[in-house]
């Protein structure tokens, strides 16, 4: 959590937060909300407003009594940037604090330089969509970046990437601010989508959602329990498609046998359209990739069901019959209001959803899907910068507590620490000698474990 010495810095922000939620408002109801001193508003919204980080935006259509000026939030006051990269591309943009995407950058990820080659495109990407968007560095509030892997977001630190073997922790956060000289947040790519499809797209703002990615090289999900998104004690929560589905089924990229995404990933499907072509099959597939099996690609195995292929549609009720199955798992563990499935899974048309909602239907327990909402995703590629851009808003914006000073935090430790030696000295006299040794000896651990002394610690957060 974030901390001001100054309580009028710390209002200044409430303001500032109510209006943006909740805007346009009058000052009336920014004081109904706050519950500040309406004179106080009004210097703390003078402030503002000479700040431009809020405007006026017309009179309230009040019945009653002088019409009174409505303040909003201005989204172009500052801006935020934001990077999403796998195996495939790196798209970089930069945004206004709504966030809606003012630039972009996208290129083909560079495999052949290794770690620094790609931290290199990385960084070279953001300073172009900064400069595509003609402003400085200094005018973001911050710069989120999301990867396909493990993602330590405490540290800042790229644990591992799923599609790309050799980026291994890589300290991303500290190169970042180091090159751009603003605060950096880490994340992965699902859980980005995750947020941003709940915030911006077919998400609604739930409580309780279960983001479910579908791509090339995996499947993911994210998960958001009573408003907060999941990351795991070794950051590793959401490794939907590591899931077990069968004994016998094909060898995974983990090291297993039969993981979701072994049996029903796109490049499953992809390898079983050049198996099923090459056995002498026949699809539309084959047409779609120019006649070369090896340009087959999981979207084309989708596109051709929606088209009505039978090859297809055989391979993607396969696919869905195992994701379903999947997904009936995750509404038993999370009971989730609403899951939200890969927009690109929507290629197939909308019989996937049909076939992936009944078997949940059959599987998952009823009080379980009784309220269950199950719906294709919004947003599209734009979707990883987005939401690692609404992580960082979320934490820029968020309302800090006001620290204490610190000679009143030592005088109240030391308060505590005299009073738990007065009782500690006043004890020993009651003791026999034999007690009072072991008393002390007792004392001495306790001077060596403060929390065990009758001192309470205070900690004060940087």
Not at 242 to 251: I, K, L, Q, S
Not at 375 to 401: D, M, Y
Not at 452 to 462: K, L, N
Request: with cysteine; aromatic share 4%.
């Amino acid at each position: 959590m974030k901390h001001v010495t100054v309580k009028t810095e710390r209002d200044k922000l409430v303001v500032e937060a109510v209006v943006r939620r909740f805007g346009p408002v009058s000052r009336s109801d920014v004081r109904e909300y706050t519950d500040l001193q309406q004179s106080e508003i009004s210097r703390l919204v003078r402030d503002l407003l000479r700040e431009q980080r809020l405007l006026e935006a017309g009179r309230a259509d009040n019945p009653l009594g002088r019409k009174q000026v409505l303040l909003r939030f201005n989204e172009e006051h500052s801006f935020v940037a934001g990077v999403g990269f796998d195996d495939e591309s790196v798209l970089a943009s930069v945004m206004n604090l709504c966030p809606s995407v003012k630039t972009e950058v996208q290129e083909a990820t560079h495999l052949r330089e290794g770690s620094n080659g790609l931290v290199d495109q990385l960084l070279a990407c953001t300073q172009k969509a900064i400069q595509k968007a003609g402003i400085r560095a200094t005018s973001l509030v911050g710069i989120g970046v999301a990867g396909s892997g493990l993602v330590d977001t405490r540290r800042g630190e790229f644990l591992m990437s799923s599609t790309v073997d050799f980026f291994k922790d890589v300290p991303l956060q500290r190169i970042f601010e180091d090159r751009f000289g603003v605060p950096t947040v880490l994340d992965n790519l699902t859980r980005a989508k995750t947020v941003s499809e709940r915030r911006l797209g077919a998400g609604s703002m739930a409580d309780d959602m279960v983001f479910v990615e579908y791509g090339r090289t995996g499947i993911g999900a994210g998960v958001i329990m009573n408003g907060q998104l999941m990351h795991g004690a070794g950051f590793a929560a959401g490794e939907f498609g590591h899931t077990h589905m069968t004994d016998d089924g094909p060898a995974c990229k983990c090291g297993s046998f039969g993981c979701l995404e072994a049996v029903a990933g796109a490049a499953a499907i992809e390898a079983r359209m050049r198996r099923a072509i090459t056995e002498g099959g026949a699809s539309e597939v084959l047409a779609l990739a120019k006649g070369d099996t090896q340009q087959i690609t999981g979207w084309m195995v989708l596109e051709g069901a929606r088209r009505g292929d039978k090859t297809s549609l055989a391979l993607v009720e396969q696919v869905g019959t195992y994701l379903g199955l999947g997904l009936a798992n995750l509404v038993n563990l999370f009971n989730p209001s609403v899951l939200v499935i890969d927009q690109r899974l929507s290629l197939a048309g909308e019989g996937i959803l049909d076939l992936l909602r009944r078997v949940v239907n059959r599987q998952a327990l009823r009080h379980a899907t009784q309220e269950l909402a199950i719906r294709f995703g919004k947003l599209g590629n734009e979707a990883v910068v987005l939401g690692v851009a609404s992580i960082v808003l979320e934490k820029h914006f968020e309302i800090p507590a006001l620290k204490l000073p610190r000679f009143m935090i030592e005088s109240v430790t030391t308060k505590r620490s005299a009073s738990a030696q007065k009782s500690l000295t006043g004890d020993k006299r009651k003791q026999t000698p034999a007690a009072s040794h072991n008393l002390t000896e007792a004392g001495t651990a306790k001077a060596q474990h403060p929390a065990a002394s009758g001192a309470i610690p205070v900690t004060i957060a940087d």
